[in-house]
């Protein structure tokens, strides 16, 4: 296909230069009588014979040297060829303005030569610069768009945090709603449309509890939504790759740079190991007991015996269980006790004290 392009490019040149050279050629050898031969389509078709002729030695010298220059051209980096082409602009700009400004001269050499060396130095010169100063003029232009690229990030990012993708547990576990209702959690809630598919299939299992489960699931949804002024949104996307649903909530959090909102311990894990943002409902209702110190006293029902001899176990509000040393004969009776020490377990906190009366007592 290039030879094929080759000799047309000779035609088309040969019947050119035919048409206004041959006419002059048949002067100088007093042919130019001639009207057969001094004819503008017979001098084309001459000068397209004999350089049609010419390229059965030339094409293949022409053919290599255009394959040369293309694959120079693919094997340089694009930024270089760029900047190369712009330099040789502006040069030949600048040879163009200065050529321009000597036509005024009235000096032949001047006028005719001068633009003509003007013209290679300046492109060369702007060819040289634009590629030889390619990195400080892409610095110059990267500075000033990875500001304003910085910046989109930056708001991209704070956007995407608004994004609080919630788990099926969260949303089973009902407390998501309240923690909605008091104004703690801001942003965009976000609904998986294949945790919307687990919660369904959960609301339709024949076991009772699971059924029980996913319908209340689903009634919390429908609560955030409607009730509340907080934002909801679908997630129509799916991971068809990934089968777990708690893999696909850590995958949508990655692409999105959302944060996960669950209490599932397990879930918490992956999501600190993957570097996902998670926001866990324990932790904050754990944040949120009331700190005791011991020597405090408080006020509790006991209402069962405890694992050891003579304890009874009251709780408190949010759950935290009491252990009341000496208190199985209070069980069923509110009383004051002090509290002795507080521990901490990974299940939670525990508390123990020891009724007042019995401090008195002693």
Same mark, same amino acid.
């Given at each position: 296909?290039?030879? #094929? ?14 048409? *206004? ?13 001639? /009207? ?46 760029? *900047?190369? &082409? ?17 036509? /005024? ?25 634009? *590629?030889? =100063? ?10 000033? =768009? =990875? =500001?304003? &690229?910085?910046?989109?990030?930056? %708001? ?37 449309? *294949? ?7 959960? /609301?339709?299992? &024949? ?5 029980? #489960? ?62 996902? /943002? ?18 405090? %006293? ?42 002795? &020490? ?21």
């Amino acid at each position: 296909m290039l030879r #094929r392009i080759i000799q047309a490019c000779f035609l088309i040149i040969g019947g050119t230069l035919g048409i *206004f050279l041959i006419p002059d050629l048949l002067s100088l050898m007093n042919m130019g009588d001639m /009207a057969f031969i001094n004819n503008p389509y017979v001098t084309a078709l001459l000068g397209a014979l004999i350089f049609y002729l010419l390229t059965f030695w030339a094409v293949e010298y022409v053919t290599n040297f255009v394959k040369w220059a293309e694959e120079s051209l693919i094997k340089a980096p694009i930024t270089d060829v760029i *900047f190369g &082409s712009v330099g040789l602009f502006f040069g030949l700009l600048v040879a163009f303005l200065i050529g321009f400004a000597l036509n /005024a001269i009235q000096v032949p050499v001047v006028n005719t030569v001068a633009p003509t060396l003007l013209t290679l130095l300046f492109g060369y010169l702007g060819f040289q610069v634009g *590629f030889k =100063k390619r990195d400080e003029l892409l610095g110059l232009f990267s500075k000033s =768009k =990875k =500001k304003g &690229s910085e910046e989109e990030e930056l %708001e991209k990012e704070e956007r995407a945090r608004e994004w609080k993708i919630l788990d099926t547990s969260v949303i089973i576990d009902g407390r998501i709603a309240d923690i909605c209702q008091t104004g703690f959690l801001e942003g965009v809630m976000i609904i998986p449309q *294949f945790v919307l598919e687990e919660l369904q299939h959960i /609301a339709d299992s &024949s076991d009772v509890l699971k059924r029980n #489960r996913g319908r209340r699931g689903l009634d919390i949804l429908n609560r955030i939504q409607k009730e509340l002024s907080i934002r909801v949104e679908i997630y129509e996307g799916d991971f068809e790759e990934i089968q777990e649903v708690d893999s696909k909530l850590v995958k949508l959090a990655k692409l999105t740079n959302g944060v996960v909102v669950t209490n599932d311990y397990n879930l918490n894990k992956v999501c600190e190991l993957q570097k996902v /943002a998670v926001l866990n409902i324990n932790d904050l209702a754990n944040a949120v007991k009331p700190v005791v110190l011991p020597g405090e %006293e408080m006020n509790i029902q006991v209402i069962k015996d405890g694992k050891e001899h003579n304890q009874g176990v009251a709780y408190l509000d949010d759950g935290t269980m009491i252990v009341v040393e000496e208190g199985r004969d209070y069980i069923g009776k509110r009383i004051d006790v002090l509290v002795t &020490s507080v521990l901490q377990t990974s299940a939670g906190r525990m508390i123990f004290a020891k009724p007042k009366l019995l401090e008195k007592a002693l």
